[in-house]
């Protein structure tokens, strides 16, 4: 039998966890106690930390309550079996070969008494079987103790008990695979509810809130917190923790868990920190002592880092915690681990480049008011002087002794002035319909009459160029829901800008149509179009076409933008066809009331 003391029982009666295996190795101890004849028969498997578990034990209560679930380090079987008797897949130790005093360091010794014969069976005596895999690879032991004739096995038992040794070496390797496969399986489930739940966040905070219920589950553990590291030079980063209260890293701390995710990340491999841990040189001794003193502060038995990052840039780090009494973390864990440690990575850097990008848009709402302010206050400020100007040029030409030319310089500065209240005019509508503080008030609005209205006022160019103006407007009210006056604006707009950009005989066309519940106007002209670059920036205010023909009319660049603004605020949309040198179209879409 194990005769090493144990080293205490794990979490749970056995780790095995296909209960298939579980009952075939209890049934090859079984085999071994009433069919070989033996009193006692244990089954042990070989852990990651390198310590034998008993998983079954048959044939005596007493036994299987001291001995099932105990843990013996191999090194110590390695010492006792280079004792043994070589009996095939068997190893026989009798107690003859044993110190005097070792038996105060076994586990569980049988109550019995040895017969009076030469080969009688000692409580001392130890035949065991090394179960090894088809690499040579030790995987476990089948032990066996208390012989029913009290005499060591003769050759006829001893080729049983190698019967049966052989088919527990077969079940251990394939209990051992199951349960390696079970782990994987369920550590992949957690990786997927984690990477699913992290991916589906934008913030960090959000990104460790449900991340957290995953990783506690799928890694066995007690807390778990998030540290991401500071961009810049300045500041400790930020941690997110399963319990805020639990963590309170010291600046010192905090320097040790960036370098030491760096060069993990560098590495590629997470760290285990424990009292009954190697150093693996990822800590010098002083860090290793403070992150140590750090984990019994806080009542802590273990920890797993692991690094986070995307590409070869380190982000932070997660740290999962185990209590006194849990398991050791296994290479299934850790390797999963490192998997969600890239994923968790990915998360992290697109719910930054998120939050940046939120930022950034903030930043040009407040620019964009703060445009709009200022146009509508230099728009306010120009006004007012302009308008005493008019007044006194108006004074002035209705002097009686003025002469041809300086009625002329008067006419000419009149007109330089009406077209800056123009431009004026339009500055303050572009402040007005860009304010999100001055929502629209819609109304039921008769474009039919909006349309007649603006043709009015640009029919006269029209016909001083030739153009051939054309309007469609079916019988009755065509109801759109908005402000007139700003409807209005956006029909003068197009159409006045359809004039001015066709060519003497050309025609223009405008339309007005009920389409799916919108109403839809149309201005369609022969001008001189716009290339595919143009019509993107189409819109954008002060923006003017690079095409020279264009740029010979004059304008400022604000009619366009005045219209898109309109538009949108009306809840509409606007579709552009332009061919360069062959006209263009414009297309909108309004609520119908």
Known sequence: MPRDTPAGPVRGRVRLSDAGSRDALQLIAEGVTDVAHFGVAAISVVREDGKLEVVAVAGSDVARSQLEGSRTPVDRLAGEIAKADDWGLLRFVPHERLEPDAGDEWGWVPDIEPIDAPDAWHPLDLLIAPLYDDNGVLRGTLAMDVPADGRRPGEEQRALLNMYAEQAGRAVVVALEREALAEQVRMAQAARRIVRRATAQLSLERIAADSR?????????????????????????????????EVALTPDLVKIAESTAQAAWRSQQVVIVASNVEDDESLDPAERAAVLSFLRGIDVESLLFIPLGAGPECLGNLVLTRLPGAPEWTETEAAAALDIGHDLGRAILNARTFEREHQLVVELQELDTYKGQLIATVAHELKNPLSSVLGHLEMLESARDLAGTTRGSLAAMERGAQRMVKVIDDLLLLSKVG?????????????????????????????????????????????ALGDADELDRLCANLISNAVKYTPEGGSVTVAIDVVDG???????????????????????????????????????GLGLAIVRRIVERHGGSMD??????????????????
């Not at 553990?221 to 540290?227: D, E, K, P």
């Not at 920036?537 to 010979?552: H, I, M, Q, W």
């Not at 066809?577 to 309004?590: A, I, K, P, W, Y």
């Open 518 to 556: 919108d109403v839809v106007f149309t201005c369609r002209d022969e001008g001189i179009g716009m290339s595919a670059e143009d019509v993107a920036r189409l819109g954008t205010e002060f923006f003017r076409s690079s095409n020279p023909l264009a740029l010979a009319q004059p304008g400022t």
């Open 435 to 479: 304010d999100p503080d001055n929502p629209v008030i819609p109304t039921p609005v008769d474009l039919s009459h909006v349309l007649d209205e603006v043709i009015d006022l640009v029919e006269l160019s029209a016909q001083q160029k030739r153009l051939d103006l054309k309007v469609e407007v079916p019988d009755g009210p065509v109801l």
């Open 213 to 245: 219920d995953a990783l506690l589950e799928g890694f066995r553990a007690a807390g778990m917190w998030i540290h991401t590291f500071a961009r810049g030079a300045e500041g400790l980063g930020h941690i997110y923790s399963s319990n805020p209260t």
């Open 576 to 593: 552009i066809e332009s061919d360069l040198g062959h006209g263009s179209t414009f297309r909108v879409h309004l609520p119908a009331a």
